[in-house]
């Protein structure tokens, strides 16, 4: 047994594990634990590396925070688009990306995709039940994920994992400039011959830094002086034209 | 160079805002009029979120008002009592206007009434002054031939009679009160200081001479524009400051550019450039409310 373990051991320090040796078969991380929303922000992208020990497929997945969201339907009433309908999802990342080293309906069946929310057509994303029949929950759902994916929040395809060797892959997740603050996960799997053997998560912050931060964090939890302000400084900004200009 | 405007929640152009400010600035300069009409429907076109559009620009008029009501306090155009009157029932209904706006947004019909608002009076002073200045530049005769209207009607039965000496009119309360109440509540739901109502109204109907028009209706527009900049802020978070401080950079210089230059351009062309312009911004609003969506579900406020 303890020599069993010395020689596992030996074996991941070497970065060398046998096949079958259960011990570390993943480990992954991303190239930064923070996106820095400031000043200039038009968007970042974080590299998620890592290695496995066994032949298999890799699978990253990276979500923002689950927040409700409010959607609206629109009909068409004496001619003009008017939303008539609305729906409340309850949990819905506010951010999803996906990579993959094959397409994922060659990594694993439907059921175990469906488990992990791997693929955008995966996520549950629950209304509910008593509001909507089923092909009318698909309808919202399909809503949701066109709207999300028009705002570049949810993804349109899945991204390649690149591979250095065997054992080494990295892929690149992009943000926009939109993307929602917050704590993601970053969500490694690996799946070998349909199954996830190993799954590692990794968080990654989402924040206004810097001015921006203080701005929002003022606005929101200082409602009353950050209205107050506003106006001083356009009073003031009114003055000081009037004085600059006058002849 | 990009700026990430954090209450918009997201990055735009700043020459692309100083420009706009000025270009804005510039047409208010030459025809005294406040801009936000064009402002606020021009800021959603480039993606900023239209309730952020509609806080944010009243922040932008508080500024430019109080530049442009300083040079008419100096000259003594302002009927500080009637402005007064105004203001109560302007702040009364800008209080209901933020009221509105909150609950609108909440059943996610917000944008289609700030829309609805802009095509209607878009369309209507914009046909309106393209008429007037086809007509002007037609005939060639002094504008503003329209003469007081000094029948007396079922307004002049109205009860709280008061006196405005500035302004030399003896009528009901109720009338100023009720145009100043009006014209609130589409300054919380617009995003504008509602001058484009309120010159007309005073003018013609309650009367009041030219002269003191301008400067009482900048008067009464900076206290409902910081009401409505207040409430928006506190009730909704939708004051955007440093989108508003780029756009007033752009706007006040803009002004008065274009105030020194308004005595050197045709003003009936100008007019008329106008007009088309605020046409346009009329069409392309009512287009996207008559055409097919890209999609018809959206995604409403998260709260």
Known sequence: MSRALVIVALAVFAGLAPKGAKAVPLLADTSKHLVAITTGFTGDEVLVFGTIDEPGDVVVVVRGPSIPIVMHRKSNIAGIWINTASMTFEQAPSFYAVASSKPLDEIARPNVLARHELGVENLKLEIPRARASPNVAQDWRAGLIRNQQRRGLYPTMVNEIGFLGERLFRTRIEFPDNVPTGTYQAEVYLIVDGHVVSAQKTPLIVSKVGAEAEVYDFAYQNSALYGVIAILIALVAGWLAHIAFRK | ?303
């Not at chain 2, 152009?13 to 300069?29: P, Q």
Request: hydrophobic fraction near 55%.
């Open chain 2, 1 to 303: 160079m990009q700026i990430y405007l954090p209450i918009a929640e997201i990055s735009l152009n700043v020459f692309l805002l100083l420009g706009l400010g000025g270009a804005i600035g510039f047409l208010s300069g030459v025809f005294g009029v406040g801009g936000g009409f064009l402002m606020t429907p021009i800021l959603i076109f480039i993606g900023v979120p239209a309730p952020v559009a509609v806080g944010t620009e009243a922040n932008q008029i508080v500024a430019s008002s109080v530049s442009g009501v300083l040079a008419h306090w100096r000259r003594g155009n302002v009927d500080l009592k009637m402005g007064t009157v105004l203001l109560v029932g302007g702040l009364a209904g800008s209080t209901f206007g933020v009221w509105l706006f909150a609950l609108l947004r909440e059943i996610g019909q917000i944008d289609l009434v700030i829309r609805l608002s802009y095509v209607t009076f878009l369309g209507l002073i914009g046909g309106l002054m393209f008429v007037e200045a086809l007509r002007a530049m037609t005939k060639r005769r002094s504008a503003g031939g329209m003469g007081k209207l000094h029948k007396h009607t079922w307004i002049h039965g109205l009860p709280l009679k008061m006196r405005f000496r500035r302004s030399k009119l003896y009528i009901s309360a109720l009338l100023p009160l009720g145009v100043g109440f009006f014209v609130g509540v589409l300054s919380a739901l617009m995003g504008v200081g509602g001058g484009f109502i309120m010159v007309p109204a005073m003018i013609y109907l309650l009367g009041m001479p030219t002269a003191v028009v301008v400067g009482t209706s900048l008067f009464q527009i900076i206290f409902v524009t910081a009401n409505v900049t207040f409430l928006q802020a506190y009730a909704n978070q939708t004051v955007d400051v440093v989108l508003a401080l780029l756009l007033l950079i752009g706007a006040v210089v803009g002004a008065q550019i274009g105030a020194k230059m308004s005595t050197r351009l045709h003003g009936e062309q100008l007019r008329i450039l106008l007009a088309i312009m605020v046409l346009g911004v009329c069409a392309k609003l009512g287009y996207d409310l008559t055409t097919t969506p890209v999609d018809i579900y959206t995604i409403g406020v998260s709260h």
